[in-house]
C-alpha cells in the first residue's frame, strides 16, 4: 500500500504540474460536463486550476509559486 507521504514524495520531484500526467485533461472536462459545471474563459482554464490545486496541496510548503510562477510577485511581467 502506498502511504500519503509516499504520494507526495513522488509529485513533489515533478516539475510543473505533476496531475497533468495522472489525471487527464480529458478526464476533468468530461467531470465538468457530467455534472452541468459552467464556466468562463479565464487566465486560467479549470482544467490547470485543478492542476495547481492538486499540486499546491501536496507541496512542501502549499505556496502557489511552482504551479503558477507568473502569479508570483517576484515574477517578472507576462509580455
Keep these: ?10 509529485f513533489a520531484r515533478d516539475q510543473g504540474l505533476p496531475f497533468a500526467d495522472s489525471l ?13 459545471v459552467k464556466y468562463r474563459d479565464r487566465l486560467f482554464s479549470p482544467v490547470t486550476t485543478i492542476w495547481g490545486f492538486l499540486s499546491q496541496v501536496l507541496s512542501e510548503d502549499h505556496s502557489a509559486v ?10 517578472p511581467p507576462l509580455v
Design 24 to 36: 487527464s485533461e480529458l478526464c476533468i472536462l468530461d467531470a465538468l460536463q457530467e455534472y452541468g
Design 1 to 10: 500500500m502506498t502511504t500519503l507521504q509516499e504520494v507526495r514524495a513522488r
Design 66 to 75: 511552482i504551479p503558477c510562477p507568473e502569479s508570483s510577485p517576484t515574477a
